[in-house]
């Protein structure tokens, strides 16, 4: 269980401070699939980054029974000058797990081949993203954030990476921001949209969504 | 208990990984590698080592010229390249943030170790190398007090480097000045004088800087009876102290509104 109590977050602007999230509280149970809807810069991004620990809140607590995993398919935290190994051997060593017993799968998953013992930079932006989709996968997270979801690669690996994420970790909970309404439609259990700092929650997903799309349409 | 031992367990793992990340990516795996950990600042102390010998460059000591070089300059570089790879160190490294165990703490603590390492491995290999094979250096007298000293020397690095380096990411300026700073405190910092030479008025103007009195106590070590040492302990051990605690009040306060892309 993760659970955000009373989170305030302040941002500082040129315009002086401004409140991003105001006062919100929010509990995300083990198997959950919570959606998160709100339009751009509502502050669904910051919430997921206090979800994970990424970033503090400026008031209020956050209580983490589960452990959470970085945005999936997010490539920005790979070294560019490693190869796609060492990024593999560095982020096995934060969650104290053997490289060697992930490889194997990474390298089924990710279908990178000797690529994988080449720098980062010399991939192409999807292969990356298959390499932090893959490794997103190799380290076993309890709860999994999914913010704008599963771009990753051509189709027929989309298609694999929905499956693996959808299927295979039906168990795992879940928080996802998307723009996809038929993808919460489908997978989410919960929603819970942010509309000026508040965070208001919708136990029933067509509600939510309606919500959502009555308030935020021009 | 269990708690504090399993978070140590954690931080054992961050602080390793990061190290290995930070080694590879400075060094790669091409030619020496790691080892530029050493050589490069052994390069540079045996650089100015040669040049003061050869313009006997030194002010008021009759000490071995290259002795007091390599004392010298092997401090210079221990506090300098720290702060100089604390400060505007994390905006490059914000995304690791999504790893919830590495905090911008992890990221300095990690590279501090990797700059003492570095610059005190310099140090002794230069002191061996140059006390087996030459007559330039004479084999430290009080090594205890030697490394007495090098450790207050590393500690006001590693409290100038967080508090600097945590300061850098609120105040952009902070780069900017601590590039005319530092170079203003190296001849300050006691690398190329002796505080007994000084006139007896200034003496202790010249300790207010504590790494001053850190170089004097680290060459009492190592010329002992050809050395009269001037040194201030308490002194140093407050400042070193006070420092430390600012540099972890700025680091917790930016840590507080680090925001990853």
Request: a positive charge; aromatic letters at 12%.
């Amino acid at each position: 269980m993760i659970s955000l109590h009373d989170i305030t977050k302040v941002y500082h602007t040129r315009k002086g401070p401004r409140r991003v999230l105001d006062n919100v509280s929010m509990v995300i149970e083990k198997g959950e699939k919570v959606g998160v809807l709100g339009p751009n810069g509502a502050g669904k991004s910051t919430l997921m980054r206090i979800v994970s620990g990424a970033e503090q809140p400026t008031r209020g607590r956050v209580e983490r029974a589960m452990s959470v995993s970085w945005p999936l398919g997010f490539v920005g935290g790979f070294q560019s000058t490693l190869t796609g190994y060492d990024n593999l051997k560095f982020i096995s060593r934060i969650y104290g797990q053997s490289h060697q017993a992930l490889l194997p799968y990474i390298q089924d998953f990710s279908e990178l081949g000797h690529y994988l013992f080449e720098p980062v930079k010399s991939y192409s932006a999807g292969m990356r993203a298959r390499l932090a989709f893959a490794i997103s996968m190799a380290i076993d997270f309890d709860c999994l954030i999914i913010d704008e979801v599963i771009a990753v690669g051509d189709q027929r690996f989309q298609e694999k990476s929905r499956n693996e994420l959808l299927n295979k970790r039906r168990e795992k909970s879940m928080v996802i921001i998307t723009h996809e309404m038929h993808f919460i439609r489908e997978n989410c259990t919960v929603v819970y949209v942010v509309d000026h700092g508040k965070l208001i929650r919708f136990p029933d997903i067509d509600e939510g969504i309606s919500y959502h799309e009555n308030s935020f349409r021009r | 208990m269990s708690d504090l031992i399993g978070s140590l367990r954690v931080e054992g793992r961050v602080i390793y990984a990061l190290l290995m990340r930070e080694v590879l990516t400075r060094y790669g795996r091409h030619n020496i590698g790691f080892l530029w950990l050493f050589v490069e600042p052994m390069l540079f102390t045996g650089g100015v080592a040669a040049i003061w010998s050869a313009l006997k460059a030194v002010h008021g000591t009759t000490l071995p010229i290259v002795a007091f070089a390599i004392t010298g300059y092997s401090s210079i570089l221990l506090w300098r390249n720290m702060t100089f790879r604390c400060i505007g160190s994390l905006l490059p490294n914000l995304s690791l943030m999504y790893h919830r165990n590495i905090k911008p703490f992890d990221i300095y603590l990690s590279r501090l170790i990797l700059e003492i390492v570095g610059a005190t491995t310099s140090f002794a290999v230069l002191s061996i190398v140059f006390g087996v094979f030459t007559t330039y250096i004479t084999w430290p007298e009080n090594v205890a007090e030697l490394i007495a000293g090098w450790l207050l020397l590393a500690w006001f690095g590693m409290a100038l480097a967080i508090f600097l380096g945590a300061l850098s990411e609120d105040f952009e300026f902070i780069e900017k000045i601590w590039h005319p700073g530092q170079y203003l405190l190296v001849p300050l910092s006691g690398a190329a004088f002796q505080v007994d030479s000084l006139p007896t008025s200034v003496q202790h103007l010249a300790l207010l800087l504590p790494t001053v009195s850190g170089l004097e106590i680290v060459r009492e070590g190592f010329f002992g009876s050809k050395f009269r040492a001037h040194y201030d302990v308490p002194y140093v051990i407050w400042f070193n102290a006070v420092l430390t605690i600012l540099g972890l009040l700025q680091l917790r306060k930016m840590s507080r509104s680090v925001t990853p892309e």
